[in-house]
């Protein structure tokens, strides 16, 4: 793992217990085998136990505490314990990693995002929290909340700092929230990072502009209704609220079921209670970052939607089937139970802000932020499809690897390869939300945003990223990636996943011609999308942290690959063999601490 990174620590726990090694066990833990762990019965406790007991593989150290975020059980029950670290009492940004237990509960190895020992020299302040506040209200250009200590464990240090979220923040687009961290000897802005991931960067943009070009979406009128679509009987609708089946004229997906929740005889609101709750709703032009303060679509008789921009309930009708077809995906294919896999639903917001040419995941808000279009670039709403499954993604990712950018310029775009990684897994499984919908009004593909109307007829592709001239994607790893914007850096992993699934050279998938290339002129046979998707979901939810940059990834989709089929199969070479295609191999991983 080399250099930590800079976004914002967004923790959310699945599990809360808890306890710091005390410093006798501690200093007297064996450097063999964690035999502690197999008479322990919990995986997180054999886990914990088993991370102090190895300190010099897992870098923990005295004062240190780790708190479970998840816990991933194999079928075979070996266990993957994601934890997060406190330092006397501080959290510790960059200081997360995952243990791995054999189904005996012992000691297999770990994954650690900091390669060095997080220990400060002092957990003393020399700034007031109120000068920390200042310093960050005055570079996110926002309204600080109260700054609280932290010990900075990024980027090779281990410094004793202040997070501040500051919200409103004009360094962000359309005034959302940023989360600034200020050393707490020197006043030095260690980082200031929006809390949101936004499918269209700043970069991308200001190129449109450049270009006087203009998105021109197409956007039908509503298709006749769909037979059998209805409420539910009179016999079932008698007690409210009820689970209904209605149906939605959407923009860009054709006439859509919609599962929503009956209130009463003639009364509906777009909540579907067979996703828990999963909901949409309207922000009226605001920029608003509490879920609360939406306003709750309604309808009298569960028709939604014109299939034009004319009636709101239109893009809302996209962004409910968008989501609820990303929860279905995970759900089928990977038995995860919502976005943080805690049998939550998720939740969007359409209409957000005034002239707003994007959609976003907002950690703040733990949802789905679209907006309406600024009018000249991106004339409608950014509702599509693979938009959702891409954005939702990074919610998944957030759960998870919680993969972040290596640094963010002063106009908001992110660069580094974890940062590139975290939209590269964003365009891999936001195809795969479109394979999974086989929508024929929205056919899947492995192009991403290609129904935004985009000249180029797409804004990014898996299987040669550089066709993408509007972002300058790159289809092969150097040096220089390190340092790449994060959606221009995404090429090297997602042209991966494409070799890994269809391999290289010339084919045609429903009606979509595909060429992929590799940097030696090799040739790469797939193993097919279901086993390369299986092979990158193992590789982010066991083996990847929130340093995991493209080298990690190599040997992240090799454990998983090796768990799944083998290090002899045919799956395991298959692997090497694309990253070896995109020129990620084993001989030229930079040195630790580049």
């Known amino acids: 793992m080399r250099r930590p990174h800079i976004r914002r620590v967004a923790i959310a726990v699945a599990v809360t217990t808890a306890a710091t090694l005390p410093g006798p066990a501690f200093a007297s833990a064996p450097n063999g085998p964690a035999r502690v762990a197999t008479s322990v019965s919990s995986p997180v406790a054999a886990a914990r136990a088993a991370a102090f007991a190895h300190a010099s593989a897992t870098g923990v150290t005295q004062g240190d505490t780790l708190r479970a975020k998840d816990v991933m059980t194999d079928p075979d029950g070996k266990s993957h314990v994601r934890f997060v670290r406190t330092h006397q009492g501080l959290p510790v940004l960059g200081g997360d990693m995952v243990v791995h237990l054999g189904k005996r509960g012992e000691y297999l190895g770990v994954t650690r995002a900091a390669d060095h020992l997080v220990k400060p020299s002092t957990v003393e302040a020399e700034l007031t929290p109120e000068q920390a506040e200042r310093k960050a209200e005055a570079v996110a250009k926002g309204d600080a909340g109260t700054a609280r200590l932290v010990v900075d464990g990024r980027d090779g240090a281990a410094a004793l700092a202040y997070q501040v979220l500051v919200m409103d923040s004009d360094t962000t687009e359309a005034g959302g929230s ?72 959407s923009l860009f997906a054709g006439k859509v079921a919609l599962t929503t929740t009956r209130t009463a005889r003639t009364s509906y609101v777009l909540k579907d209670p067979t996703r828990w709750n999963t909901e949409t709703r309207d922000a009226k032009g605001q920029e608003l970052e509490s879920f609360a303060r939406g306003k709750a679509f309604t309808d009298g008789d569960n028709k939604w939607g014109t299939g034009t921009t004319s009636a709101r309930t239109s893009a809302a009708v996209d962004a409910q089937y968008g989501i609820a077809q990303t929860l279905d995906f995970y759900k089928k294919t990977f038995g995860r139970k919502g976005i943080k896999n805690n049998s939550a639903g998720a939740r969007g917001m359409v209409h957000f802000g005034n002239k707003v040419g994007n959609a976003f995941w907002d950690s703040t808000c733990g949802c789905m932020l679209y907006g309406d279009g600024d009018g000249q670039v991106f004339k409608k709403p950014l509702v599509v499809l693979d938009v959702t499954g891409h954005e939702l993604t990074h919610g998944v990712v957030d759960a998870t690897a919680a993969l972040e950018p290596t640094r963010v310029d002063d106009e908001g775009n992110q660069y580094g390869e974890a940062g590139a990684l975290n939209e590269s897994l964003a365009d891999v499984f936001g195809s795969n939300v479109e394979f999974s919908a086989n929508n024929p009004k929205n056919p899947p593909n492995y192009l991403v945003g290609e129904k935004l109307g985009l000249d180029q007829k797409f804004l990014r592709r898996l299987d040669h990223p550089s066709l993408d001239v509007l ?26 996943f494409y070799l890994l699934a269809e391999g290289s050279g010339r084919k045609t998938i429903n009606g979509v011609a595909y060429n992929s290339p590799t940097y030696d002129g090799s040739r790469v046979t797939g193993i097919g999308r279901t086993k390369a998707t299986a092979v990158f979901y193992r590789a982010l939810t066991r083996y990847m942290v929130s340093t995991t940059d493209f080298h990690d990834a190599r040997k992240a989709t090799l ?9 002899n199969s045919a799956e395991y070479k298959a692997v090497g063999a694309a990253w070896a295609a995109v020129n990620v191999t084993a001989a030229n991983t930079p040195a630790a601490g580049r």
């Open 471 to 496: 972002e300058e994607t790159i289809d092969y790893w150097s040096p220089a990636a390190y340092d790449t914007e994060v959606h221009a850096g995404s090429g090297v992993s997602s042209h991966a």
């Open 559 to 567: 454990k998983a690959a090796a768990d799944m089929y083998g290090a």
């Open 178 to 249: 940023s989360t600034v961290v200020v050393d707490a000897r020197t006043g030095r802005i260690r980082s200031n990072t929006p809390n949101t991931d936004e499918f269209i960067s700043p970069s991308l943009a200001a190129t449109l502009r450049e270009r006087g070009e203009s998105a021109t979406p197409r956007t039908g009128t509503a298709p006749s209704a769909v037979a059998g679509l209805s409420g539910l009987t009179s016999a079932a609708a008698r007690r409210y609220p009820a689970t209904a089946t209605g149906s939605g004229s």
